[in-house]
């Protein structure tokens, strides 16, 4: 496409294609980046992505920065999803039919078991919790929105991998294996996905804190992809963790509700 004088896209073809800004639109590629990236990214690497010069890359991040659309690690150096990035994705939540029809179901199923349930979407650095209603007693966790759960320590992030496809967690969870010194056994991994797909529900005991354990299933769409996840925790011994106990029945009804009711609705 043609660019005017002035930096804007000029109009050309048959379709009359709208101007633009391209600053704005390389601006829009770091955004890109870290999205893809799903994890934070060293300015060289964020320069190679995008395809500019480091130093040019440089003062774009200074100005995505004060615009709070990226943030950079002071120990790391590696950039981020600023907070207005935040606002933004819950701003697009709210239109999400998925979320839409949790955020009622998790208050109610909350109030009934008596223990804390999670709404977590898949974020650039992972699982992320996204609402999290309250109930019961105070947990020995420090779990809020914006908690990024572990994709092989947590129950929640097992049932991510074991329900999204392996091109959007592997490297992640590569990643993760190494900076926790663990063991790298992909098959193993594999197996353990295999039978949470066939059982519909995961259970993390004791881990990855002590006297905390949880349940998390999948919420899926009409079409078997997957949405979002809902997780509920509890005081190891106060709730019961059992495949088909009372708490796992009224997981999984829930995930249910919310399945039959995003079908009825588009989007």
């Known amino acids: 496409m043609a660019r005017a004088a002035d930096g804007t896209s000029g109009a050309g073809g048959t379709d009359k294609e709208q101007r633009g800004i391209q600053s704005v639109e390389v601006g829009g590629r770091f955004l890109r980046a870290l999205a893809d990236a799903r994890r934070p990214l060293a300015l060289a690497d964020l320069a190679a992505t995008v395809q500019i010069a480091p130093a040019q890359a440089h003062t774009y991040l200074v100005t995505l920065t004060r615009l709070g659309l990226i943030k950079r690690d002071h120990l790391s150096g590696h950039y981020e999803p600023g907070p207005l990035a935040l606002q933004l994705g819950m701003l697009y939540l709210d239109h999400d039919p998925a979320y839409l029809a949790a955020v009622p179901r998790v208050a109610a199923l909350a109030g009934t078991c008596g223990f804390s349930v999670a709404i977590c979407i898949a974020g650039p650095q992972g699982p992320t919790i996204v609402r999290y209603q309250h109930a019961g007693s105070p947990l020995h966790v420090n779990l809020h929105v914006g908690t990024v759960m572990s994709l092989s320590a947590t129950a929640t992030g097992r049932v991510f991998c074991a329900f999204l496809p392996p091109a959007q967690w592997r490297m992640l969870w590569l990643q993760q294996q190494a900076a926790d010194k663990a063991s790298l056994d992909l098959a193993a991994f594999d197996a353990d996905l295999d ?51 009372p708490v796992a029945r009224a997981l999984l009804a829930t995930a249910a509700a919310i399945r039959e009711e995003i079908a009825r609705r588009p989007g």
């Open 195 to 245: 039978a949470i797909r066939a059982r519909g529900i995961e259970r993390s005991i004791d881990a990855p804190s002590p006297a905390v354990s949880s349940l998390s299933v999948p919420v899926l769409d009409a079409a078997g992809q997957f949405r979002l996840a809902l997780t509920v925790v509890g005081s190891t011994g106060a709730i019961d963790v059992a495949w088909r106990g």
